[in-house]
């Protein structure tokens, strides 16, 4: 069936509501509104307001009312609007969340599932369109996945809720409106793995979320010149599939990474670091990385667009590589 990544996401919230009494979605804006991005559009009227709760604009409140629920027993998701706002309970999900069962001794577990929106590409200026996910994948504690296909968004959000720990997930904003084929049945996803979404024997690029689709485009323009691009999505960025990553690389041995976060101690230079210290004799060339301008993300169009990671600056980045050492 046809269906947006929107509605993909809509439909497992509502899979999991009916499959599990537990379930509850609380956020600003989820109930009457139908959520800030339409996501949660009909669920209130549906399963009504114990289980589809609007909270008022405090973050660190109701992630931690999530918390709390969590640990007597119930399933919440909590929605925050965008990566920026999830600062403001940062303390919540870094201090209590992440923490807990580890300063319980292992006695309480926090069955949390936190989504919200990241990236830009929508003028939605600075303060809605950063790509925060590295940070929290510096954290142990919790994990951190960035479904980029209309399967992982709706298969990804069953398998979370399954998970005893808290899991956070991020939902590229210029992803609500994609659309595609997804079966009718689709079940939950395996989140420990990243996928190879497209082979290629000359160079590998390294990418998740919102950047997928660009590096995917780019991968097409390099086949067009005779270089074929091995495309891996990461899809969980906590914990990192290190061994998919450095299979590719060892068949390709050159890599890129695309990453639409800041290059300064990003998840970029994470993953840089593990081929260095996993496939560095492996190696043809260093390893490149390409990611959003040291700046906060613009309004205007045509500066947003310079700051982002864009099709043809990896398609620019290859072809120099492939030019040095063709």
């Known amino acids: 069936m046809k269906i947006t990544y929107r509605e993909a996401i809509r439909q497992a919230i509502r899979d999991a509501l009916i499959r599990d009494q537990r379930v509850f979605l609380m956020g600003e804006d989820v109930g009457a509104y139908g959520g800030c991005f339409a996501v949660s559009k009909g669920l209130l009227e549906e399963f009504g307001p114990d289980r589809i709760r609007d909270t008022p604009l405090s973050e660190s409140a109701f992630v931690g009312a999530g918390i709390g629920a969590a640990m007597n027993g119930m399933r919440p998701i909590v929605e925050i609007m965008t990566v920026n706002f999830s600062l403001l309970a940062l303390d919540q999900i870094v201090n209590n969340a992440a923490t807990i069962l580890h300063m319980s001794g292992g006695q309480f577990n926090i069955p949390l599932v936190i989504r919200m929106t990241t990236g830009a590409g929508r003028q939605l200026a600075a303060q809605h369109s950063h790509s925060l996910e590295g940070w929290y994948a510096h954290i142990p504690g919790i994990k951190v996945l960035a479904p980029a296909t209309l399967e992982d968004a709706r298969g990804m959000l069953w398998t979370a809720l399954e998970d005893p720990d808290p899991v956070l997930i991020f939902e590229h904003g210029t992803l609500y409106n994609m659309q595609g084929e997804i079966a009718a049945d689709a079940v939950p996803v395996e989140i420990s793995k990243a996928a ?43 914990p990192l599939d290190t061994t998919t990553i450095l299979d590719s690389v060892m068949r390709t041995h050159r890599a890129v990474i695309i990453d639409e976060g800041w290059r300064s101690g990003s998840i970029s230079a994470e993953i840089s670091a593990r081929i260095m210290e996993g496939a560095f004799y492996e190696l043809d060339l260093p390893v490149e990385r390409i990611c959003s301008a040291e700046v906060p993300i613009p309004y205007a169009k045509q500066l947003e667009d310079a700051a982002l990671p864009q099709a043809a600056t990896i398609v620019a980045t290859v072809t120099r590589m492939m030019g040095g050492h063709g």
Not at 211 to 223: P, R, S
Request: aromatic share 2%; charged share 25%.
């Open 196 to 238: 190879v979404r497209r082979a290629g024997t000359d160079v590998s690029l390294i990418t998740y979320g919102g950047t997928l689709g660009k590096t995917m485009l780019a991968a097409e323009h390099l086949a067009a010149s005779g270089v074929e691009a091995e495309v891996v999505d990461l899809r969980t960025l906590r």
